[in-house]
């Protein structure tokens, strides 16, 4: 079993930054193939933010682009969300994602999420 666990997230002004970090562990060796970063705001579906592969290509939401970067560190299983000019549409739980190999087993894994509220 995998665990991803979220860091990161509060509250911010409007205009403001926060970085939210994932990492994934497990007693077991595995490979991490993409990982990313979605978000689910009260009443609406939950939405791509960002994705990177193992090989650093990314891919972002029109909405985020040229304000989020997406990175990850392979050497310690852990991805990050850095968020520039936060706007209150912004708001949202940030849920992490990963599609891991732990052999037998290949599915993908989710963090239990980090609110991130931007507000004044």
């Known amino acids: 079993q995998v665990q991803l666990v979220e860091y990161g997230g509060g509250l911010v002004q409007p205009g403001g930054s926060l970085g939210l970090s994932c990492v994934a562990s497990?007693?077991?060796?595995?490979?991490?193939?993409?990982m990313g970063w979605y978000r689910q705001a009260p009443g609406k579906q939950r939405e791509l933010v960002a994705t990177?592969?193992?090989?650093?290509?990314?891919n972002y939401a029109d909405s985020v682009k040229g304000r989020f970067t997406i990175s990850r560190d392979n050497d310690e299983n852990t991805a990050f969300l850095q968020m520039n000019s936060l706007k209150p549409e912004d708001t949202a739980v940030y849920l992490c994602?990963?599609?891991?190999?732990?052999?037998?087993?290949?599915?993908?894994?989710w963090g239990q999420g980090t609110q991130v509220t931007v507000s004044s």
């Open positions: 994602y990963a599609h891991i190999f732990a052999l037998p087993t290949v599915r993908d894994y």
């Open positions: 497990s007693e077991s060796n595995f490979v991490i193939g993409v």
């Open positions: 990177i592969t193992s090989s650093g290509s990314t």
